[in-house]
């Protein structure tokens, strides 16, 4: 009988209990292409037709999203590739709870429309009590935008030549700025601007003064810059107001990060309004929050742009539970104990190197990322690894990402979570089996002969071992 008769109707194989639940989870038209390819497998003889239902099964992917989650032990806290700050299970737990109707915009004693996002804005206020009122767009990049065009299209934005800064991608903050129908006023030069440069730049055709941190950068030696204060100071009398543009969302004072503007400090300098993210120290979701005056903020809030820019359900419920919820997963990686840190190492490397792999505890340097405490080195504390390791750890779920030194692949421990070890562990021995696999995959007529180092597995030593007992 022809094999291609036997093989399984469409309905029979959808049928299955595993397709079945997989076409509840990721939709019936995905698991029907994987049915419809398995099917053309058995026809062709590639596989055997009561192979059909599991060549299915496992063809399909493990979630309904392209986006693959990520242990980041790179040693940058912040990683913008990586989606900057891992939300807290308070933000998670929120955003599922705002997944469905929920009332955003609805008060539900009265039955009528209510403020979109009151709660998060109350709770923004109360964590920087110098704002007299808030605003939170999708990033801090709109709010830019938004305070450009309310406030200067048309007119000018003083700001110094050595903060027109260029961050990832491209993205230029002149463009950005001159883009909202705004002109630049550039002052100074790029490594000094004193307040002097700022008060002759400013006209009755000002529409503000602008300070911008330039978070990814430092410039050192014969610098000099104005502060919001003095600049509040030298431009009272005037309507023209200061912007401080602090980038990283620390919203307090943090003696860990001393050179860290933060936004309670702006606007007990005279800051009319500070703008920030919500997705770098705050430990948030993507947002844009502007702090400031109620006046100041009111135009903004009531800017025909504000619609285009507002946040979704999603980002004010997680943005609310982080600012009322317990340390964020950055908090406590920054926070974390070095001595802490370098005790997880051991323990790992131990773990490991009883499973023949070549790890090695490493003291390490870690850093804040994402536009935050540029040149700030936090001590810490890794595993290494032969660097082969970290392309086949990328393609692992999760996938762990690491970085290259000297050779060796380092898995820095101050971004991962402690409860996050064992995954650590498991993709590694996942990936030496991998590897491990790949290098006895050898053509008989080449077996029994010694390969070069390049074709062994990469972890052995000289001698075939494991290469922990000669670690330093």
């Given at each position: 009988m ?8 469409t ?17 019936r ?17 590639r ?32 990683h ?12 998670r ?8 109707c929920?009332?955003v ?10 403020r ?7 709770a923004?206020g ?22 450009a ?7 000018a ?6 903060e027109?800064v ?51 950068f ?14 509040v100071?030298?431009?009272r ?11 990283s ?15 309670d ?20 979701p993507?947002?844009g ?44 990686a920054?926070a ?51 660097e ?14 690491g970085r ?5 692949l380092?898995?820095?421990l101050?971004?991962?979570p ?14 030496a ?5 790949a ?5 008989p ?5 010694r ?22």
């Amino acid at each position: 009988m022809d094999s291609r008769r036997r093989v399984p109707r469409t309905d029979a194989v959808l049928a299955d209990p595993r397709l079945a639940e997989a076409a509840e989870r990721l939709g019936r038209r995905l698991v029907k292409a994987a049915v419809a390819v398995a099917q053309e497998q058995a026809r062709s003889g590639r596989i055997a037709p009561e192979r059909v239902p599991d060549v299915a099964a496992e063809a399909l992917p493990v979630r309904a999203t392209s986006l693959r989650p990520v242990i980041n032990a790179t040693g940058v806290l912040l990683h913008t590739n990586l989606g900057r700050a891992p939300l807290s299970r308070p933000a998670r737990d929120a955003i599922l709870a705002a997944a469905g109707c929920t009332d955003v915009e609805f008060d539900l004693a009265s039955g009528t429309r209510a403020r979109r996002g009151r709660g998060v804005t109350e709770a923004l206020g109360r964590a920087v009590p110098a704002a007299e009122a808030v605003h939170v767009v999708n990033n801090n990049a709109a709010g830019l935008v938004l305070a450009a065009t309310a406030l200067a299209a048309g007119k000018a934005i003083v700001v110094s030549r050595g903060e027109l800064v260029e961050i990832g991608d491209g993205f230029r903050l002149p463009d950005l700025l001159t883009s909202t129908g705004a002109r630049l006023r550039e002052v100074g030069t790029t490594n000094r601007t004193t307040v002097t440069d700022y008060v002759q730049a400013v006209t009755p055709e000002t529409g503000f003064v602008l300070k911008v941190h330039p978070s990814n950068f430092r410039v050192e030696g014969f610098t000099a810059s104005a502060s919001v204060h003095d600049l509040v100071v030298a431009l009272r009398g005037t309507d023209v107001p200061v912007l401080a543009d602090i980038g990283s969302g620390l919203l307090g004072p943090d003696p860990r990060l001393p050179g860290e503007p933060d936004a309670d400090t702006m606007l007990r300098a005279g800051a009319g309004l500070v703008l920030a993210s919500g997705d770098k120290l705050l430990g948030g979701p993507q947002a844009g929050l502007l702090l400031g005056g109620a006046a100041l903020v009111g135009r903004l809030r009531r800017h025909p742009l504000a619609r285009a820019l507002r946040v979704d359900k999603l980002t004010v419920a997680a943005l609310e539970a982080t600012l009322a919820g317990p340390p964020t997963p950055t908090a406590q990686a920054l926070a974390a104990d070095l001595d802490a840190l370098m005790r997880r190492a051991k323990r790992l490397a131990a773990r490991l190197c009883a499973s023949a792999l070549d790890a090695r505890p490493v003291a390490s340097h870690a850093a804040v990322g994402g536009g935050g405490a540029p040149g700030l080195v936090l001590a810490s504390a890794a595993v290494t690894l032969p660097e082969p390791f970290g392309s086949i750890m990328r393609g692992g779920d999760p996938a762990v990402v690491g970085r290259v030194e000297s050779g060796r692949l380092l898995l820095d421990l101050r971004a991962v979570p402690p409860e996050r070890d064992d995954d650590i562990y498991a993709a590694v021995v996942a990936a030496a089996r991998s590897a491990g696999a790949a290098a006895s995959a050898v053509p008989p007529a080449r077996r029994g002969r010694r390969e070069p180092a390049a074709s062994r597995p990469a972890w052995e030593d000289g001698n075939g071992g494991s290469g922990c007992a000669s670690r330093p």
